[in-house]
């Protein structure tokens, strides 16, 4: 074996550490591009009803002219304020709730049909209970943004902990590491591509629960804006709004999952 | 009776005569769980290890083999025995001076080759001036300088191997536990790992256990071997291979290497399909 270069088939390298988008990546964006470009012509040559469905350029100029107007500025923020509250809320009870998990195996086996079916139930019907409790403000929607987030952080973290492999907590031990930093420098380091994964589901149920919270329950905020919208067959405004809605969320998924690659690209086993 | 003393021949080791480890009337029983009874896995057990000495142990699967490290190592308490490390006590921690490198991986993914031989170092609070030198000098002996900037997942499995090995020697340590290191890598790879090791037990001055079901490896590297019987496990027979302090690999090509192995295994025959009929 060479040891001044890498010996051919002994280091398995990182493929994508290089480059930002990988060819099937690049695929991806084709295919896209393609897609809004078959519905550019399709619009403009009348064969879709130009009432119904508008093209994808005329909905990139209504984005630009909502978000140049500065008339939907107060709703964006709004739900952009809930989103981070219930994604925040949700990481914390999410993580506080898989640590306990883990450690408490009793609990872990009273609670499994529990976790196992806990996307079987429409979280929305919590609703109206949720404003007898909160009242009508912000933090019903917000209830609903930590209820359907926290599950999957939980269980995430669970997962992670429970990944770590025994050989890493008895090196920690050999080293002479205090329970504290064997937390702190080998579990959770270990652990963190699975609760990063939990991390990154946490965002996307947060931002899908007060978008759609807001559509159907609220009167203000992204997902109200763009009912409204419909309701009036303001149909620049409603596409111009799920146009950056898309493009919001897209990249914010975008930047989790490339982070993720990067952490899961570290550990042996590659993304889950 | 297996001779369980250390040798007296002190031409075979490097410190002989003065003890490095010693177990004695060591047993493990491991409580039950639920409807499970207790398991009596190991002994109970003696052993005297000296100073300098490579010492092998092979048995069945489920014999005790990995648990009588975990007991040496401070990291599983005896449920009988007392077990001493340079004179002094193992109880519930792995004393200073003890090194382990395990079967499984063990390499911190999120760290690179330097930082992980370097983690041990820095939590002893090592200058980080020394800790580079004595970083290097253990990557580039277990032949990883050129990767020293790689993360563990762009290594291979007998990479990863020598990684977690390079992490245990930058801490010196004057006992050495390898419970199956070379497992999970192929025939060829565990040959020139054999090597490795070796030329680390001579330079280091170590003394090494190396817990192994492979035969072959257990007669090529080891100054003697112990047979374990099956669970609960102790040791059936001793065998003291007689190979030089200066020996490689290609010790597998004598005629006595062939003797000791056959030796080993007509012992161990008996005791797997025991080991067998217990799990059957």
Request: hydrophobic share 50%; net charge positive.
């Amino acid at each position: 074996m060479s040891r001044k270069g890498r010996p051919k088939g002994e280091c398995r390298s990182a493929q994508h550490a290089g480059s930002p988008v990988t060819r099937a990546g690049w695929i991806r964006l084709g295919v896209v591009a393609l897609c809004v470009a078959a519905l550019e012509v399709a619009c403009r040559l009348r064969w879709i009803d130009p009432v119904s469905v508008i093209p994808p350029s005329r909905m990139a100029l209504g984005a630009w002219s909502l978000l140049a107007s500065g008339e939907y500025s107060q709703d964006i923020l709004l739900t952009l304020e809930n989103v981070a509250m219930a994604f925040g809320i949700a990481l914390v009870l999410g993580f506080a709730g898989g640590v306990l998990l883990h450690r408490m195996p009793r609990l872990r086996r009273a609670a499994d049909p529990l976790l196992a079916s806990y996307y079987a139930v429409p979280t929305f019907i919590f609703y109206p209970l949720f404003i007898v409790l909160f009242g009508l403000n912000r933090w019903p929607l917000v209830a609903i943004g930590v209820l359907f987030a926290m599950v999957a952080m939980a269980l995430n973290t669970l997962n992670g902990f429970e990944r770590v492999p025994a050989a890493l907590h008895k090196t920690a031990r050999v080293m002479g590491l205090s329970p504290v930093q064997e937390t702190f420098l080998v579990t959770l380091p270990a652990c963190a591509p699975y609760i990063f994964t939990g991390v990154k589901l946490a965002v996307v149920y947060a931002f899908i629960a007060v978008i759609a919270g807001e559509f159907v329950l609220s009167g203000a905020g992204f997902g109200f804006k763009i009912a409204f919208a419909y309701n009036n067959f303001d149909n620049p405004t409603m596409y111009g709004l799920m146009l950056l809605l898309l493009l919001a969320v897209g990249f914010v998924n975008w930047a989790l999952t490339a982070w993720e690659r990067r952490l899961h690209e570290r550990s042996a086993g590659g993304c889950p | 009776m297996p001779h369980l003393a250390a040798p007296p021949d002190a031409e075979a080791t490097a410190g002989a005569g003065r003890l490095a480890a010693r177990l004695a009337g060591v047993s493990r029983v491991y409580a039950g769980t639920g409807r499970q009874p207790p398991v009596h896995a190991l002994g109970p057990l003696d052993l005297e290890l000296s100073q300098g000495e490579f010492f092998a142990v092979v048995g069945p699967s489920g014999c005790g083999k990995s648990t009588l490290l975990d007991v040496l190592a401070g990291l599983s308490p005896p449920t009988s025995g007392t077990v001493e490390f340079e004179g002094r006590p193992v109880t519930d921690r792995v004393p200073e001076g003890v090194g382990v490198v395990f079967q499984d991986d063990a390499s911190f993914h999120w760290l690179t080759v330097r930082d992980n031989a370097a983690f041990g170092l820095r939590r002893q609070g090592v200058s980080e001036r020394e800790i580079a030198e004595r970083v290097d000098h253990a990557i580039t002996f277990m032949g990883l300088k050129a990767f020293a900037a790689a993360y563990p997942a762009q290594l291979s499995g007998g990479m990863r191997q020598r990684l977690c090995i390079a992490r245990t020697l930058v801490l010196r340590p004057r006992l050495l536990l390898l419970d199956e290191p070379f497992g999970a890598l192929d025939q060829q790879t565990r040959l020139l790992m054999g090597d490795e090791v070796l030329r680390l037990w001579r330079d280091t001055g170590a003394t090494v256990l190396l817990i192994t079901h492979a035969l072959d490896e257990a007669t090529m590297l080891a100054d003697r071997v112990g047979v374990m019987s099956a669970r609960p496990g102790h040791f059936i027979d001793v065998v003291t291979t007689g190979w030089p302090r200066e020996r490689d690999s290609t010790i597998v090509a004598r005629p006595e290497f062939g003797e000791v192995t056959a030796r080993l295994w007509l012992h161990l025959r008996a005791e797997s399909m025991k080991a067998m009929s217990m799990t059957a």
